[in-house]
């Protein structure tokens, strides 16, 4: 037999980082991704705390002070930093509600799309002989108009608003789901371990919800991102063109209806509430790509 | 390729028919009485009301008007505008050349310019150009267009006075509309200086709307490219002592550009989406100025046909572009 | 004057504190002469053949003391001059046939390619050779073949395309990386008595990667064995076979099923070290059942009699014939390199 003498030699130590950690390591490296985190939690905070947060009720209007610049431009005053519109109210207020209202719409719309996309998305995937098809070709149609042009519909025949609006955004996100959902269960069903959980007696729920959909988390996870970030944009454009959030209600995108006219005389008027969905729907993008790129893992050794 | 074509007409169908579907289900959806709603008119007296009904086919059950409906269409019958009275068709055919000559410049500038940006970040990867690249594109399509446009015309328009505000001509010229390209039209009339004039009017709104689709495709060329650039392909290339501008651009680029295609053809869709807000911030008479207006004012028949037109237009792009995919891709070209 | 010459070759993927995937390789090839690479997954061996052909990219990371080819300094090639070697006098098959042919163009394009950079032929003369070369691999039905795509090509055809890509510069010295590997076990006995016979015909090297230990005892006249990124032994072939020095080697070959003689196979514990658990000393010394407190120290590739061997205890010595092996941090002569890295 051969002698094994024990080694001198260290023992090597191998150091294999848990799967959180590498995620987390990886997402850390992306100064962009972390930023727009910051951002983000900014703007929750913001959200969260408008009222505490604004100076100023945003509806209230003072006559004395129309289309006041903002503080550090002549003729601005410190009482309203980002200076008022041309109803004299306070541009920092609104903008923080404005906030607000944003994260609402998005958050709102995400959920009621996700949800029962993902529920469609299931069901096509696990009947693809005789509801999926179906389904899918609705979606297709859905899919056929631009998103846009599909919400103004929604919005054009329900009649504007706040709840309208999170509908018509909801409906439009819905198919991007659904084929996704359904693109990644055909995936997973064609593994190796479903075929073992239906062996060992799974059914369908249990493979639909225990097996199934946490390995699609990933890609679902990216796309709620996605649409989180253009339900703000969307809304801010059916604000925008007068189909959305009404006035006084200060949705930046509604902020920026009435603000066309002032573009020669106040351009804080016209730039902060623009400025604003730019830098939120930016900040979301870069998490999302941070996400995309740390969850990714053929990306990662790419570095 | 055959059977590839075959299978994308056979889905053209029943889509159609959805769309058709969707628009006259949306339009019976809006709350008050449907005569009202058609006519555009209030308080019909009783005799009319029930003439209108007659009339209009409103008192039959509802399949039976969808098929009216399918019927008009058949014929070309889209019914009427409220506000003008002329044909919905006549309508949109006149107004569809300039959104047309305004999607089509934005695609150039967006296709030229994204092209480029994205070939040429894949290639310096990792250097400054390559995160210019990406950051610009972020921010082009984290940014909502309607205020670009306004932000641009503060800029180049009321600051610089380099552009004109809005319209598609100045108003001086008289260019008879024979093609409803403005471009085309101005060269061929005889006015002076008209064509330069139509350009001026053209440039901003056509790098608005260029705006985010040129930040899409530089993305999804650069990240093709990266991953073209990976294949085994490309190492058998340079292994074959191949120059590094032919293994790029014969080699990788031609790969590359097969899932950009798609990506092009998805612009398309954003592009008449854009063009609504381009449309109505610059004044341009184009359909998507047309169907808002049209929602504001309640123009039912407008809305109604507009939003069919425009979605079959998608659609038939979407068709083209899937086609040409097939043709690009020779796995899909020589299947039976 | 070797046509191939290799010294102290490194390949390390990210900063300089990263461990090298390539660590230290000697090698040289004659011409004319077939070397056979052995090893595990991930001992190295592709990676090396890569660095060679300048495939290698960032972050990766090449240096060598020496790396001539046809009395060609490699290290100070530059990009011009390097792609008229490349492709033309070495040459390199890979793996996959099925991807490693570009899925746009057709097999002639691809072939007259090469015609055209390395050779100067154009138009018919050029569709002419590529014909030829399609014949000379052995493709049936060559004339309708020129015009395929790649996807309409069964591997072992693509394959045979792919020798035909990489002959067609006449190279003195041809790398084939696992040729077979991804064939059918029908079609990898052609395969490998295509190259055999190409490069007896041509009077060409070949570097033959494989793990397939059977293939090596018929075709190859040298072997290297590679473990964790070190050459850990080269050889003749009969001899090394018969009387493998290095333990290692000796373990490869004890695990061939023909060799053993009880039910199980034989193997050796542990498995190879990868990024995170290098040993300090000798890299098969945490596996290896003969290993001794020496161990502590990486040996030197020393020259011997019969080979070269990576270790202080070799195995099957007759006597005298043992090399004095010292350890590497003690090795003398190294030049202070020029370490060219590219």
């Given at each position: 037999?051969?002698?094994?003498?024990?080694?001198?030699?260290?023992?090597?130590?191998?150091?294999?980082?848990?799967?959180?950690?590498?995620?987390?390591?990886?997402?850390?490296?992306?100064?962009?991704?972390?930023?727009?985190?910051?951002?983000?939690?900014?703007?929750?905070?913001?959200?969260?705390?408008?009222?505490?947060?604004?100076?100023?009720?945003?509806?209230?209007?003072?006559?004395?002070?129309?289309?006041?610049?903002?503080?550090?431009?002549?003729?601005?005053?410190?009482?309203?930093?980002?200076?008022?519109?041309?109803?004299?109210?306070?541009?920092?207020?609104?903008?923080?509600?404005?906030?607000?209202?944003?994260?609402?719409?998005?958050?709102?719309?995400?959920?009621?799309?996700?949800?029962?996309?993902?529920?469609?998305g299931l069901l096509a995937g696990f009947s693809p002989t005789r509801l999926g098809p179906f389904i899918m070709r609705l979606m297709d149609i859905m899919l056929a108009l631009p998103s846009l042009l599909l919400a103004v519909a929604i919005v054009a025949i329900l009649g504007p608003g706040l709840i309208n609006t999170i509908f018509a955004i909801a409906i439009v996100s819905l198919p991007s789901y659904v084929r996704l959902t359904r693109a990644a269960v055909m995936t997973e069903l064609n593994r190796d371990y479903v075929t073992a959980s239906k062996l060992a007696g799974a059914g369908t729920l249990r493979l639909m919800f225990i097996s199934v959909l946490p390995n699609c988390m990933a890609p679902l996870i990216i796309q709620a991102t996605l649409?989180?970030?253009?339900?703000?944009?969307?809304?801010?454009?059916?604000?925008?063109?007068?189909?959305?959030?009404?006035?006084?209600?200060?949705?930046?995108?509604?902020?920026?209806?009435?603000?066309?006219?002032?573009?020669?005389?106040?351009?804080?008027?016209?730039?902060?509430?623009?400025?604003?969905?730019?830098?939120?729907?930016?900040?979301?993008?870069?998490?999302?790509?941070?996400?995309?790129?740390?969850?990714?893992?053929k990306l990662k050794n790419a570095a | 390729m055959l059977s590839f074509i075959a299978r994308r007409v056979g889905l053209l169908i029943p889509t159609f028919f959805g769309i058709t579907l969707l628009t006259f289900a949306l339009i019976r959806m809006i709350p008050g009485d449907p005569v009202e709603v058609m006519m555009g008119e209030r308080k019909v007296d009783p005799e009319m009301h029930a003439q209108a009904m007659e009339r209009l086919g409103l008192n039959k059950p509802l399949y039976l008007q969808y098929f009216d409906y399918i019927g008009n269409l058949a014929q070309g019958d889209l019914g009427e505008s409220l506000r003008t009275r002329t044909s919905v068709w006549k309508e949109f055919t006149t107004l569809f050349p300039a959104t047309l000559e305004l999607a089509f410049a934005a695609l150039i500038i967006a296709g030229t310019l994204g092209l480029l940006a994205g070939v040429v970040a894949a290639l310096k990867r990792g250097s400054?150009?390559?995160?210019?690249?990406?950051?610009?594109?972020?921010?082009?399509?984290?940014?909502?267009?309607?205020?670009?446009?306004l932000i641009l015309i503060m800029f180049f328009s009321v600051g610089l006075g380099w552009t004109p505000v809005s319209g598609r001509i100045d108003l001086l010229y008289d260019v008879p509309p024979v093609t409803g390209f403005m471009l085309i039209d101005t060269l061929l009339s005889e006015e002076e200086g008209a064509f330069l004039d139509a350009l001026h009017h053209m440039i901003l709104p056509a790098v608005v709307l260029a705006t985010i689709p040129l930040a899409v495709i530089a993305r999804m060329t650069r990240s093709a490219m990266l991953e073209v650039l990976r294949e085994d392909y490309v190492r058998t290339a340079r292994a074959k002592g191949l120059s590094p501008s032919r293994v790029v651009f014969v080699h990788g680029l031609r790969n590359a550009l097969i899932p950009v295609l798609t990506v092009f053809g998805l612009q398309i869709g954003t592009l008449l989406a854009g063009a609504v807000l381009t449309e109505t911030i610059f004044s341009w008479p184009g359909i998507g100025k047309w169907l808002i207006e049209s929602i504001g004012a309640r123009d039912y028949p407008v809305v109604q046909n507009g939003i069919l037109l425009v979605a079959c237009l998608v659609i038939l792009v979407n068709f083209t572009v899937d086609i040409l995919y097939g043709l690009a891709n020779p796995r899909i070209r020589h299947q039976r | 004057m070797s046509l191939l010459e290799i010294q102290n070759l490194s390949v390390r993927f990210g900063d300089d504190g990263a461990p090298p995937v390539v660590d230290g390789l000697d090698l040289s090839v004659d011409k004319g002469e077939v070397l056979a690479i052995v090893g595990e997954s991930g001992s190295g061996k592709s990676v090396t053949m890569m660095a060679l052909m300048g495939l290698v990219d960032a972050p990766g990371k090449v240096a060598a003391d020496r790396l001539q080819f046809a009395g060609q300094d490699l290290l100070t090639l530059k990009g011009r001059q390097r792609r008229r070697v490349i492709g033309k006098d070495l040459a390199m098959v890979f793996q996959d046939p099925m991807t490693a042919l570009n899925p746009s163009y057709t097999v002639g394009f691809q072939i007259e390619?090469?015609?055209?950079?390395?050779?100067?032929?154009?138009?018919?003369?050029?569709?002419?050779?590529?014909?030829?070369?399609?014949?000379?691999?052995?493709?049936?039905?060559?004339?309708?073949?020129?015009?395929?795509?790649?996807?309409?090509?069964?591997?072992?055809?693509?394959?045979?395309?792919?020798?035909?890509?990489?002959?067609?510069?006449?190279?003195?010295?041809?790398?084939?990386?696992?040729?077979?590997?991804?064939?059918?076990?029908?079609?990898?006995?052609?395969?490998?008595?295509?190259?055999?016979?190409?490069?007896?015909?041509?009077?060409?090297?070949?570097?033959?990667?494989?793990?397939?230990?059977?293939?090596?005892?018929?075709?190859?006249?040298?072997?290297?064995?590679?473990?964790?990124?070190q050459a850990v032994e080269t050889g003749r072939v009969p001899e090394l076979f018969d009387a493998p020095a290095h333990p290692y080697t000796e373990a490869l070959l004890a695990s061939i099923p023909e060799h053993s003689n009880s039910r199980r196979l034989a193997t050796l514990p542990g498995i190879v070290p990868g990024r995170y658990d290098r040993p300090a000393g000798c890299l098969l010394s945490p596996r290896c059942p003969y290993a001794q407190p020496r161990c502590g120290e990486r040996p030197a590739l020393e020259p011997y009699d019969r080979g070269e061997v990576r270790c202080f205890y070799p195995r099957n010595m007759t006597p005298g014939e043992a090399p004095e092996v010292l350890p590497e941090s003690q090795r003398p002569s190294q030049p202070p390199g020029e370490h060219h890295v590219y």
């Open positions: 037999m051969n002698s094994i003498e024990t080694l001198p030699a260290a023992e090597p130590t191998a150091y294999y980082p848990s799967p959180l950690r590498e995620f987390w390591s990886a997402f850390r490296r992306n100064k962009g991704a972390l930023g727009g985190l910051i951002y983000m939690v900014l703007l929750v905070a913001c959200a969260l705390f408008a009222p505490a947060l604004a100076p100023y009720n945003p509806s209230e209007q003072f006559r004395d002070f129309l289309l006041t610049p903002p503080a550090w431009q002549e003729g601005g005053t410190a009482q309203f930093i980002l200076g008022t519109d041309e109803l004299g109210r306070d541009m920092l207020s609104r903008l923080i509600h404005g906030a607000r209202l944003s994260l609402l719409i998005g958050l709102a719309s995400v959920v009621f799309s996700l949800l029962p996309g993902i529920l469609l649409s989180f970030s253009s339900a703000i944009l969307d809304a801010a454009a059916l604000g925008f063109l007068g189909l959305g959030v009404q006035p006084p209600t200060p949705e930046w995108g509604t902020m920026l209806a009435s603000a066309r006219d002032y573009i020669e005389r106040a351009w804080w008027v016209v730039s902060l509430p623009g400025l604003a969905i730019l830098l939120s729907v930016l900040a979301i993008n870069l998490f999302g790509d941070g996400l995309r790129d740390a969850l990714d893992p | 400054l150009f390559d995160h210019g690249v990406m950051g610009v594109s972020l921010v082009g399509y984290s940014m909502p267009i309607f205020w670009w446009g | 390619e090469v015609l055209r950079q390395h050779l100067g032929l154009k138009g018919k003369a050029a569709r002419q050779r590529a014909l030829e070369l399609l014949e000379r691999v052995e493709i049936p039905g060559a004339a309708s073949r020129l015009d395929a795509f790649p996807h309409q090509l069964s591997g072992g055809m693509s394959q045979r395309v792919a020798i035909a890509m990489a002959i067609a510069g006449e190279p003195q010295l041809l790398i084939a990386d696992e040729p077979t590997t991804a064939l059918d076990v029908t079609i990898q006995a052609q395969i490998m008595d295509l190259l055999l016979s190409l490069q007896r015909d041509q009077n060409m090297a070949l570097i033959l990667i494989t793990h397939d230990l059977a293939v090596v005892a018929e075709t190859a006249q040298r072997v290297c064995v590679m473990y964790a990124g």
